[in-house]
């Protein structure tokens, strides 16, 4: 019963570098999700989607890219990283618009 | 948009004592409000969660009340235990949305000394 599954755990990123954070679902769920999570300030939604083939902007998009070409997985992508990308990292999923969401585990992620 | 706001921002209780977390929200088309705890190292885990056409729910020893006028919910834990030690986090939904993201406050770290 796996779940939100994320990878990396834990990554470190030098300034300008590329990479994308994975993300999969097996519980069939059509939104999905992702957020970020700074010290003190909550979790901010970096972009979700509705099904495959959807995507969209949520609070704090800027810097990063997401694809959705199967009900399964949504990929972050980071182009050029940066020091304020420094966070973690959380995929979430719900089976609906009015359905519990449930999160991955995490992605620590860490640029210098 | 919809801005949430929590307090208090850390909470420290001694065993068996009751914890209280505020939350307010601004906009009045929100009708679902979930709780989510959070332990060090994992991600947030739903613990109870309120629609608006209720104003009260509860599960054993976590409550959460809603107060649809004055647009603000609470969580209730009562007879703290070390366990329930992590980050809880509010948010809430908007019912006109089809899009289902949830806006979050800033988060609770409690403390339950034993």
């Known amino acids: 019963n796996a779940g939100v599954t994320q990878t990396p755990k834990f990554r470190i990123l030098k300034i300008g570098q590329s990479m994308t954070l994975q993300c999969t679902q097996d519980?069939?769920?059509?939104?999905m999700y992702w957020y970020r999570q700074d010290p003190g300030m909550g979790l901010k939604l970096i972009y979700y989607?509705?099904?495959?083939?959807?995507?969209d902007k949520g609070e704090v998009p800027n810097g990063y890219n997401v694809s959705r070409s199967t009900t399964e997985d949504f990929p972050l992508r980071l182009e050029l990283a940066a020091p304020s990308q420094t966070s973690v990292y959380f995929c979430a999923s719900s089976l609906s618009s009015g359905n519990t969401i449930y999160f991955g585990e995490g992605s620590w992620l860490t640029v210098v | 948009g919809e801005n949430v706001e929590q307090h208090p921002s850390t909470l420290s209780v001694q065993e068996g004592d009751s914890a209280v977390i505020k939350c307010t929200y601004s906009?009045?088309?929100?009708?679902?409000f979930p709780w989510y705890k959070q332990e060090l190292g994992k991600g947030p885990q739903l613990i109870i969660d309120?629609?608006?056409?209720?104003g009260e729910k509860k599960d054993q020893r976590i409550a959460v009340t809603l107060n649809k006028t004055a647009k603000h919910f609470s969580l209730h834990i009562t007879e703290t235990q070390p366990e329930d030690s992590a980050v809880y986090f509010c948010?809430?939904?908007?019912?006109?949305?089809?899009?289902?993201?949830?806006?979050f406050g800033q988060g609770t770290t409690l403390q339950v000394k034993p």
């Open positions: 906009d009045s088309a929100s009708n679902y």
């Open positions: 948010a809430a939904r908007r019912g006109s949305s089809n899009t289902g993201k949830l806006i």
């Open positions: 989607s509705v099904g495959a083939g959807i995507t």
């Open positions: 309120i629609r608006s056409n209720v």
């Open positions: 519980m069939n769920h059509n939104y």
